[in-house]
């Protein structure tokens, strides 16, 4: 069975009004849906990260690796992906929004894989169906005064959620009287994790970390820049609260330098970003092999959000998954039927082929692509 077509289209929906967070105010949503047909007439779907470019990431999927992916054997996954990694990443390459491209070609793969045996991809990853237990994140906690954020994570709670993440990165003195406040209002049962978005100095998370840990929070996500690694490891090797990151790392060999130094205690890899499923499952088991969970990262869409379910349910390190909560959101809502659903705060895989998804290919042409970052 072999590869007929490799395709990108690029994605955005304008927004309006949506709450600021550590990474800017949000005017649009993008994805890059990459959709691969084999000569067989099977047809896969991945999801590649906008990477704030998203028209970019679909020209590099539609340029520079369809030609080399075209005419392959479609069930050879690791070969493809060694081969893109040869030709570019290696030397000369577009840099991080390669494996970004490449994870969208990546993922299609494995919904072709699953539909052309007629079973879920977590399955042919050895896994087995399971319900896995979601926090309320994505578009949404943002910086709201503290009485309006405390009634939006109400709101989640009231359907189930027994998790959710509060945005950080505003000012320490504005982050700590949110965390407090919501945390006073929900009490203990409500595991409370924050997400800096790499927005602290070295000083900012010093202050901040004394309120954090008497608020009890579950885990504390990307305080710093990527490449601050060596600052990750000085804060977990002196706070009880774990260190999560991995979103903006790729490939199994950056997360081996973050396992390696202790930087951080949860691994948090996004099949959209990080090299698609297969880097991600390689990520997990190397997580498990320093003793550490596995809670991937989604890029809020259907597509996307599916294959880290898939992942969870064949992880052996699996933590939990993140819910997308955005109030308006047609990329998670209306461009896949069959998408699995966040119920009582729970989330499960469909037994359906492949991703067990159906693209509705309107929406290409309903929200074509808007070129530039989606933060200003």
């Not at 088991?285 to 259907?302: E, V, W, Y």
């Amino acid at each position: 069975m072999k590869i007929a077509e490799v395709k990108a289209f690029a994605l955005s929906f304008k927004l309006e009004n949506a709450p600021r967070r550590g990474t800017g105010q949000p005017i649009k949503k993008d994805m890059v849906v990459v959709r691969v047909r084999t000569t067989e007439g099977i047809t896969g779907y991945g999801e590649s990260h906008h990477a704030l470019a998203p028209t970019v990431v679909a020209d590099i999927v539609n340029h520079n690796l369809a030609p080399i992916v075209i005419g392959a054997d479609a069930m050879e996954v690791e070969d493809i992906w060694q081969k893109i990694y040869t030709k570019q990443a290696q030397t000369h390459g577009p840099g991080w929004s390669l494996y970004k491209a490449l994870s969208g070609v990546d993922m299609a793969l494995w919904d072709v894989r699953g539909k052309a045996l007629g079973q879920p991809v977590y399955r042919l990853l050895g896994g087995s169906r399971k319900k896995i237990r979601a926090y309320a994140g994505g578009v949404c906690l943002g910086f709201q005064p503290p009485s309006k954020l405390l009634e939006e994570a109400q709101g989640f709670v009231a359907k189930g959620y027994t998790a959710l993440k509060l945005r950080l990165g505003d000012s320490v003195e504005r982050d700590v009287e949110r965390v407090r406040f919501v945390r006073a209002a929900l009490g203990d049962k409500i595991d409370i994790m924050v997400d800096i978005n790499t927005r602290y100095s070295f000083l900012d998370l010093q202050r901040a970390l004394p309120a954090l840990e008497e608020c009890r929070v579950f885990w504390l996500e990307e305080p710093f820049t990527p490449d601050s690694v060596a600052d990750y490891t000085y804060f977990n090797q002196r706070t009880l609260i774990p260190l999560a990151g991995g979103e903006n790392h790729f490939t199994r060999f950056q997360a081996r330098e973050l396992l390696e130094t202790r930087a951080i205690d949860i691994i948090q890899p996004d099949p959209c970003k990080a090299g698609g499923i297969t880097e991600c499952k390689k990520i997990a088991d190397l997580a498990s092999a320093f003793k550490r969970p596995f809670a991937p990262h989604t890029g809020m869409s259907a597509i996307d959000g599916t294959a880290c379910v898939h992942l969870l349910c064949a992880a052996s390190n699996a933590l939990i998954y993140e819910g997308d909560c955005a109030a308006y959101n047609p990329f998670r809502d209306e461009l896949c039927r069959g998408a699995p659903q966040v119920v009582d705060g729970y989330i499960e895989p469909s037994d359906a082929p492949g991703l067990g998804l159906e693209i509705d290919e309107s929406l290409f042409t309903r929200f074509p692509g808007i070129p530039g970052p989606c933060y200003i």
